[in-house]
């Protein structure tokens, strides 16, 4: 009686192999799998939320060049909310165990200090240095990055369904820059009626901001 000798390759070392020649290019990666437009939307308008109540805040400030630096923010923020999500999806799987433990304490730190700001400037009793208020570039790329935080664990989903990265940072960005243009003008239109009690609400925004995105990620 003979009995059957095992394959020196069996199935664990197929699968080891495929992937290995999958890294290499000895065989084809997952296709990329198409998003309808309708689903990319969604997606687009819901990480582009928290950056909409920011361009409320810094429309607050603004006094003159509105549309200009509408234009500002509305690039900024549509730039990094595109290439947080491409970001995350060059990363994959790789780096999001180190990025995960410590973005949403990032991105709070970051809204509070500079929400903070606003708010102790909207109670100095001199508020004659902010009647030509602009945006200014230091916080406005800080607020790009606290609120784009969030679009990195969306990169790191597109990775994992193999979702085409293009048209989805694309529209993603696009997005963002309209609805953000959209916030700094309707916040402009608040903050020349009611200039400190504005200033005070756009303060207690962006804090806000900065806690619901701390308390989501610490009880998921």
Known sequence: MTTKRAAPFGPPNRIRAAEVGMMFGAFPR????????????????????????????QGVRIRRHLHRDALLVAL??????ALMPLLGWLLGAQFSSFIA??????????????GGKMLWEAFRADHS??????????????????????????????????VDIVPAVI????????LTYLGVVLGHRVGTRFQAPAEVVGGLVLIGIGVKILVEHLTA
């Open 76 to 81: 900024t923020f549509g730039l990094f909310q």
């Open 30 to 57: 997952p296709r990329e799998v198409p998003v309808s437009i309708f689903n990319l939307l969604v997606v687009a308008v819901g990480v582009s939320a928290d950056a909409f109540a920011v361009s409320l805040a």
């Open 129 to 162: 240095e902010q009647t030509n208020g602009r945006v200014r570039p230091r916080e406005l790329l800080l607020l790009a990055v606290a609120t784009s935080i969030d679009a990195l664990a969306v990169g790191l989903s597109f990775a994992f369904l193999h």
């Open 101 to 114: 433990p410590i973005d949403h304490w990032v991105a709070f730190t970051l809204l509070l200090l500079i």
């Open 171 to 178: 529209v993603i960005g696009v997005i963002t820059a309209a």
